[in-house]
């Protein structure tokens, strides 16, 4: 029997299970699969960890999740085709969720399958190479300190890329008398209330990390950009200036002039794809970008086609991309969908790279990540879903966020599954301090 490992018990690597299970609905005869997951439990970020640094058995901690984490995008845009919202939560429920309330529409189509059986929690896999004819896969189990290698026909690469920080250093740094940190290490904005702020990045965790400590009563928060501005209308409190120059004692020291006292620096600066348990020949390398090189599709390695990854773009999209992603690489394990030859799989990628490489704003990158993603989905037997809906739904998500930065989450879009219209939250998102699940669906309209 064809044995299957897939690597990560994220979304991504549920959406791999989940296609399985799928295909074995249809009386399909599918491969043997096996999921290792480093974490005690599936769900990947989505399942909330206090912990930084290293767990208990001395393993570096995934998660980079903290707690009043809102998707920044609407809950529409990522929904899963087989399984729309209405149908988990019983009632259509407001287009911009907390992290609780996401966690648990993840876990819930999977949930009513068998898929948990097929994990090994607590698992990390230190080693994977590719022996002529099949995978050498080499994993700890850290409950029992034990280390075991079995054989593999094909591998699902889904350890996600939000995990391990990238971390610059600036002069001063080392006598700075304040905290510095990674967001990876962020957990808890109420740690800086009253404290004056500098957060260095200019995309999505600069953003949501500067606006939490601001809500949660941070007394400055200054955000320094390297490149581009975000250039949203901040609200009192906050700024955006030019790239940090250095740090003398507490103060902030910007190459535009600016000068700001400061306790915490907390560093938005991304994070790195790294695969260390890969050997070198089947290796991802790149940056955060639209579309990886070297990828056929997206998912298939080109040097190897028993080799997939999944979720290595950056994401616009996520959930219902990850879908279609795990959907393509199971229909090409189990033979329905053909690798082209070498020749059309260099042209295709190369299609796709110089096309990413000529995008100039975000309404085109979401273009970009639309087509690509409605191209895959095309491929497979992957449910009925509207990206035409999606696309016009992050555009409008964009424009809104330009509008209003403190308002965006509080507005409404439609499924692309049920066509019901989230209604509105009962507390706008800017006061709206508890994000318990129990709290975002039950508390009543003040
Ligand atoms: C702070 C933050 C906020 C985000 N917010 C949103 C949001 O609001 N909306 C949205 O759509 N997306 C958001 N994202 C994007 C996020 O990348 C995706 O939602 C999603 O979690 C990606 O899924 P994944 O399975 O690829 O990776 P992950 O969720 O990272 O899961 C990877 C899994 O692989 C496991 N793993 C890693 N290495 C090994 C190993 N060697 N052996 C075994 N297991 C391993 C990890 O334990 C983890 O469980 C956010 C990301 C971050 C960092
Ligand atoms: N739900 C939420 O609210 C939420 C919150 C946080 C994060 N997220 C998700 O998390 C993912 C990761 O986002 P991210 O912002 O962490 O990573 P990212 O999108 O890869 O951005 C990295 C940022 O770091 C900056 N940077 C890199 N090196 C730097 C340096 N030496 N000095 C100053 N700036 C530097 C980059 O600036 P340049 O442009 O200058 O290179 C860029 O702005 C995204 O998918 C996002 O959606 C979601």
Redesign the pocket.
């Known amino acids: 029997m064809t044995k299957v490992a897939i690597?990560?018990?994220?979304?991504?690597?549920l959406s791999a299970l989940r296609s399985f299970e799928q295909a074995e609905k249809k009386s399909e005869k599918i491969p043997d699969v096996v999921c290792?997951?480093?974490?005690e439990d599936w769900g990947?970020?989505?399942n909330y960890s206090w912990r930084t640094g290293s767990d208990q058995y001395g393993d570096p901690v995934?998660n980079?999740?903290y707690r009043y984490?809102w998707?920044?995008?609407p809950k529409e845009c990522?929904e899963f085709a087989d399984y729309s919202f209405d149908e988990h939560f019983g009632k259509p429920i407001p287009s911009f969720p907390p992290r609780e309330v996401l966690y648990d529409y993840i876990l819930g189509r999977v949930k009513k399958g068998n898929s948990k059986n097929k994990i090994k929690f607590s698992?990390?896999?230190t080693n994977v190479i590719y022996n002529g004819n099949n995978f050498e896969v080499t994993y700890r189990d850290k409950k029992n300190a034990t280390s075991s290698t079995d054989i593999f026909d094909y591998v699902i690469v889904?350890?996600?890329h939000?995990?391990v920080p990238f971390i610059p250093e600036y002069p001063g740094m080392k006598a700075f008398p304040g905290r510095i940190m990674h967001s990876h290490d962020f957990r808890d904005a109420e740690e800086f209330r009253n404290k004056n702020v500098v957060v260095l990045g200019s995309s999505y965790?600069a953003e949501d990390v500067a606006l939490q400590c601001h809500k949660y009563g941070a007394k400055s928060v200054t955000i320094a950009y390297r490149h581009n501005p975000m250039g949203f209308k901040w609200p009192k409190g906050m700024k955006e200036v030019f790239h940090l120059d250095r740090l003398e004692g507490n103060k902030a020291i910007f190459k535009d002039g600016n000068v700001q006292e400061t306790d915490a620096v907390i560093l938005c600066t991304g994070y790195l794809h790294h695969f260390p348990?890969l050997s070198e020949d089947l290796k991802l390398n790149t940056g955060n970008r639209l579309y990886p090189p070297k990828l056929y599709k997206g998912v298939v390695w080109q040097n190897n086609h028993k080799l997939m990854y999944?979720?290595m773009q950056d994401?616009f999209h996520?959930?219902n991309m990850?879908d279609c992603q795990a959907w393509f690489a199971r229909d090409v394990i189990m033979g329905k969908i053909k690798v082209p030859d070498s020749l059309e799989i260099e042209k295709d990628i190369n299609k796709w790279v110089s096309m990413e490489e000529k995008l100039e704003n975000a309404d085109q990158m979401i273009d970009f990540q639309t087509e690509y993603t409605k191209e895959l989905y095309t491929l497979s037997d992957y449910p009925k879903i509207d990206f035409e809906l999606i696309r016009k739904t992050f555009k409008e998500w964009e424009h809104h966020k330009v509008e209003n930065i403190m308002t965006y989450r509080n507005k409404s879009f439609s499924s692309p599954v049920t066509g019901s219209i989230g209604p509105k939250h009962h507390t706008a998102w800017e006061v709206a301090m508890d994000d318990s699940l129990k709290t975002f669906l039950d508390q009543p309209k003040k």
């Open positions: 690597i990560g018990a994220g979304p991504c690597g290792f997951d480093k974490q990947g970020l989505w995934p980079s999740m984490l998707s920044n995008g990522l698992s990390t896999v889904a350890n996600g939000f995990s965790s348990f999944l979720g994401q996520t959930f990850f």
